[in-house]
């Protein structure tokens, strides 16, 4: 492989390490209006890397949220263009007390990075920065032309970034869309994601009397604000797991039996699953595999419940507040402005009698399923199995990435989803981390794929104007 | 009335308000351990405050928590021994930002004094007080035997107070124990309380996979612990709130006819109420009117529940853990500890896979109702009846005194609710008031019963002696 920089790489470990760490530092969770400040720190800190790395017309497009990062090199003349997509955002970072160490003071560990963002996303994106600085130094231009669009609000829906897209689709024109923030089944397995599942997010608000009340006074006589909560709550799904909102599942498409072979295939081990987890039974909606009811089965999950007292010992109180956060995941056909509206309609069919209850609708993001027999995908499957030495797994996810389905739509060209992520590295939860030796693999995964890629979407360009 | 204190009581009004405010002051909140001192300072407040004014044998009994006061003064010869019950200790403030002043920097607006603890229990108990400093000072004795017994535990169950009664039986020996702690159905319509319910209450903790995980990653393979909580908080009660615990009804005794009669006597409205509350509806057990469900049905309320992520916006979580505190008010003659052990089987039976559960049990208390044709009781009705001068009522209510069931059993004594607060006065929430005109009143009140109550027990020995 005389294209291969693995010697500059491993020489510029260290340096690359305490770049990271630096970004890592920074917490920009976009959730969160407190951190308002550090976001843009996050966005600012990208700003001048992409500018030191050597690309051009790096600039941050403000929004109605939180900025857009966009730089691009485009000096390969007559050579495909690829979008790299990334985020500088992180996830809040409670239950703090859980975390080994400080989630915004990077700690290396047994070769892992831990910090909010080593993996989700901050480390991943990082990986293309670093190949592009690697190509630039040792070889003086780019194989490709390439572009990056580095967003702030991945973690909160992505809510300002396809009204950018679809503005901006001449400055972001290209052939491939590539994003690193998805991840393996397992260590030394590498894996290609094809689908992504959706989200609908909302907040339940439930009202009862004018405050809160002596459970012994008024306690049988009024409607408590937990109980109407639990009720709704409870009303969802039924014992089976399955989900009980009206035409929920109208959408949804049957798996395809080409595909039931490749879960097959993948040998996935619910005694794994359940002895990485701690728990003595796995759950969810009845006639489904764990891997279906992971992938390609849509969910719905309550994230918070809270009311009432929560304090030490016991304090006998009607409560007359209630609040839960939900999350569906959809699956193809799902179309998340429709669950909404039949989450909503549930929710309002199912209040009991002496509440109100509000719902304030937050994250939406559409699912998507990649044609995995892309020669771009196809490109990628191989330069994985080039460098990890064994052969890649094509996977669908359970997360979501918002926009995913948006450049799908925007841009009509396919999204590869490169990812270096491990099941276990806490993505959201504390201790996220990230495995150092993925980190280095992928620096020459993504080295060999921009190198490869011309050649591949040479030979099938019929294909390529298609999409 | 030649033996109305009434003068003297407008005299030293302004004294008595700024000495309450002083107890009021000290945050004896006997279930959060943060304020163990403040409870001993409640404690050495009432101590000082009993010798101040003439009693004898002021003694703090320690107990395995929160210690014990005791005093008592015995100089009239064969007159009968009032026993006064009353708490130093109080209830949480939180929510915290929902009161209009400091729940402990007593405040005065519109005749009531706001602070916690203002009626619930001190205020209350700091009556009993000024009517001995009253008659000891105007008349140079007492006209009954009086002791004192204020516990710092009433709002955690009395946890310690039954091994001291248990053990002290000599040293409480009484003829009438007496206990202002409960409250009027409307203004200037004074009650006298004759039932109450009892207390059992617990903590439920799930626990599901080893930590919070990515809901769209594992989503829809794993027991989310907030839908296990959900659903066991739902299968407590069905829709026509009937508690679906197995024999939870069983001993509970139906209403008697003249019971019945006293109730449609009261004339209690349904809509007065909602309009007090601010709700639409009210709620509870089909086919039990609002004052038979507040006052002799029993209840399962939930009074707190936590769990996953509960701050600004959304976050992707699958909590691994989730709490509720809920507490049952009983009616006789169900048991705690039965139905502690009732929850218990019934939260076991009802865990969904994946997920384990741990119980805390924490208050107990069974539940009460006095012979309300007692002579004692009779004659505290009378007192009511002269200084307010409209006929009193005669109600039971819904809350929750542990001692008094066990004053009752070991004792077995009558006990006398002598109670002045007011239904809207905030008990437990936050706001907690007392309407200084019912203070005025009960001290003529109390006045007036102790006087009384020798002759009333004089002509019926007889009965006494049964009891």
Redesign the interface.
């Known amino acids: 492989m005389a294209n291969d920089l693995s010697a500059y790489f491993l020489t510029n470990h260290e340096r690359h390490l305490n770049e990271l760490s630096e970004w890592l530092s920074i917490p920009s969770i976009s ?3 407190a951190h308002k400040k550090d976001t843009v720190k996050g966005a600012e800190w990208i700003v001048r890397e992409l500018k030191r790395i050597g690309m051009e017309k790096v600039e941050v497009y403000p929004t109605q949220g939180h900025p857009v990062v966009y730089a691009e090199r485009l000096h390969a003349k007559e050579k495909p263009t690829v979008l790299v997509y990334g985020h500088y955002d992180v ?2 970072v ?2 703090l007390h ?1 975390w080994e160490s400080d989630p915004f003071k990077p700690a290396i560990r047994d070769n892992k990075i831990y910090a909010r963002g080593a993996t989700d996303d901050k480390g991943q994106t990082f990986m293309h920065l670093k190949v592009v600085e690697a190509l630039l130094k040792e070889h003086g231009e780019l194989p490709v032309n390439i572009k990056f669009l580095i967003e702030g609000e991945e973690e ?2 992505s809510i300002n970034l396809p009204e950018f897209v679809e503005k901006n689709q001449e400055l972001l024109f290209t052939d491939v869309i590539v994003i690193s923030d998805t991840g393996m089944q397992e260590k030394g397995q590498p894996a290609l994601c094809y689908g992504l ?1 959706g ?1 609908a ?1 909302l ?1 339940i608000d439930v009202k ?17 604000a ?2 109407a ?3 709704l ?2 009303s969802f ?1 039924n014992e089976d ?1 399955v989900i009980q909102v009206e035409r929920f599942y109208d959408k949804v498409k049957d798996l395809e039996d080409e595909e039931k072979k490749v879960h097959d295939s993948l040998q996935f081990s619910d005694k794994e ?1 359940k002895k990485e ?9 009845k006639g489904f595999s ?1 891997l279906e ?2 992938w390609v ?3 719905l ?19 007359n507040e ?4 939900i ?1 569906c ?1 959809l699956v193809p056909d799902q179309d998340p402005d429709e669950i909404i509206r039949l989450l909503t309609a549930h929710i309002e069919a199912h209040t ?5 209850v509000a719902v304030t609708v ?2 939406k993001g559409a699912p998507y399923v990649a044609p995995y027999d892309h020669p771009a995908i196809q490109a990628a499957g191989r330069s994985y199995e080039k460098i990890y030495d064994v052969p890649v797994q094509y996977i669908r ?4 990435i918002p926009i995913v389905a948006e450049f799908d739509q925007i841009l009509k060209k396919p999204v590869v989803l490169m990812g270096f992520g491990l ?1 276990g590295e ?6 996220e981390h990230f495995h150092l030796e993925n980190f280095d693999y992928g620096l020459r995964v993504i080295t060999d794929y921009l190198q490869e890629l011309p050649k591949a979407l040479e030979k099938s360009n019929d294909l390529t104007q298609k999409l």
Chains 1, 2 share one sequence.
């Open positions: 959730s969160l209006s996830q809040p409670d239950p859980l909160i829906g599942r989200l997010g907040q009862g009397a004018k405050g809160d009340l002596h459970s012994g006074q008024f306690g049988g006589a009024v409607q408590n937990l109980h909560l639990v009720h709550l409870d799904r797991g699953l987890l701690e728990v003595n039974d796995l759950a969810g909606e764990t009811r992971m089965r849509p969910t999950e309550i994230n918070g419940m809270w009311g009432g007292y929560q304090g030490e010992g016991l304090k006998t109180v009607l409560p209630a609040h839960a956060k999350t995941r009991p009698a002496g509440v109100t937050y994250d996810r359970g997360g979501t099941p806490n993505f959201h939860a504390p201790n």
